[in-house]
């Protein structure tokens, strides 16, 4: 795939993004260097010495390649991998969609003993049924670590391999 360089929006003659995740200086062509924060690439952007922030790259490839008709607010990593800043790896969506994508994978909740109580088709539903936040049971199958009152939450594909 070709390589195709484009402004970044609010930022045009001084910044340009690919449609491959980099992102250059319009004037010199010197690629940023981009930081990780969370798993998501960051640069840092000027306009001055005053307005500097650190903007995810994948907002700006979506802002400059993919069309946003229904003026959604979230950039979604289709492969749940957060510095894949390809275009044709990002698409726009709702924060609800967002959310329950990157929580997308099969949990199995196990009690004190290890024995399975319930399986959930993702980390949002079982935190829904046991009344915990997402983020909470997402870490916890994450660490393997219990919750205080004895819960293991596990992703399926994660058991799945210690069983092979």
């Not at 795939?1 to 930022?11: N, Q």
């Not at 045009?12 to 010199?28: A, D, I």
Request: glycine share 6%.
């Amino acid at each position: 795939m070709a390589e195709v360089w484009r402004d970044v929006v609010g930022y045009t003659g001084r910044y340009e993004v690919s449609n491959l995740g980099n992102v250059r200086n319009y004037s010199t062509k010197k690629l940023l260097t981009p930081r990780i924060e969370e798993g998501y690439r960051k640069v840092m952007l000027c306009r001055g010495a005053l307005d500097r922030k650190y903007v995810k790259i994948a907002r700006l490839v979506a802002e400059a390649f993919i069309p946003n008709p229904l003026n959604l607010s979230q950039v979604n990593h289709k492969d749940r991998v957060r510095s894949h800043d390809y275009e044709y790896n990002l698409e726009w969506c709702t924060n609800q969609y967002n959310s329950e994508h990157a929580l997308g994978k099969p949990v199995i909740v196990l009690n004190e003993e290890g024995v399975p109580l319930s399986v959930h088709p993702s980390a949002t539903k079982a935190a829904e049924q046991y009344g915990y936040s997402p983020q909470l049971v997402s870490k916890k199958c994450k660490t393997g670590r219990p919750t205080r009152d004895g819960l293991t939450f596990v992703y399926f594909e994660s058991l799945r391999r210690c069983l092979d």
